[in-house]
């Protein structure tokens, strides 16, 4: 089952929105595989956003992401990896759509609350980089016959 990487960065954690995120992709249906809360130091931050190194606003945004803990995510199910880029919203939390997460919480690009991978390719490099595999459960939800 395609999996992707999702994290509430520093800002989406000190506003204490971890809960109100995951009970999003909660409810949608997919399948929480992993998750921890971390501080994630400058080799990994530069490693993670290494395709923006040299932008105007990478050093910025390395600053921003190591500056406090993130709440790192695996989430699994049909499509994912898209669908969760759905959720999450566009990039700039003013463009981005009411309902969405970036739409409904944030408030300037450089401060968007969550990441999400957008791509098969970036999701398997993140979670590479950021989950050794026993952190990462594989377990089905089938047999809760005391739920209805
Ligand atoms: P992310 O990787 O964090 O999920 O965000 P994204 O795919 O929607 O956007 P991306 O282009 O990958 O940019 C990564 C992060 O860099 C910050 N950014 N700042 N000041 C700017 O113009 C600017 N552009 C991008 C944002 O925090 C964005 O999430
Ligand atoms: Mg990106």
Do not use: C
Not at 54 to 65: M, N
Not at 69 to 76: K, T, Y
Request: aromatic share 10%; proline share 3%.
């Amino acid at each position: 089952m395609e999996k992707t990487f999702l994290m509430i960065k520093p800002d989406g954690v000190q506003r204490s929105l971890i809960g109100e995120v995951t009970a999003r992709f909660e409810r949608k249906g997919f399948k929480l595989a992993g998750a921890k809360l971390m501080t994630i130091d400058r080799s990994l931050a530069e490693e993670h956003y290494g395709e923006h190194k040299g932008k105007p606003f990478f050093e910025e945004l390395v600053d921003f992401i190591t500056s406090g803990p993130v709440f790192a995510m695996v989430w699994e199910g049909e499509n994912v990896i898209s669908t969760a880029r759905k959720i999450v919203g566009s990039t700039n939390p003013q463009e981005a759509a009411p309902g969405t997460i970036r739409g409904d919480y944030g408030l300037i690009v450089g401060k968007n609350v969550i990441h999400g991978s957008d791509s098969k390719e970036s999701a398997e490099r993140e979670i590479g980089l950021f989950f050794n595999s026993e952190e990462i459960q594989d377990y089905t939800k089938d047999g809760l016959s005391w739920v209805y």
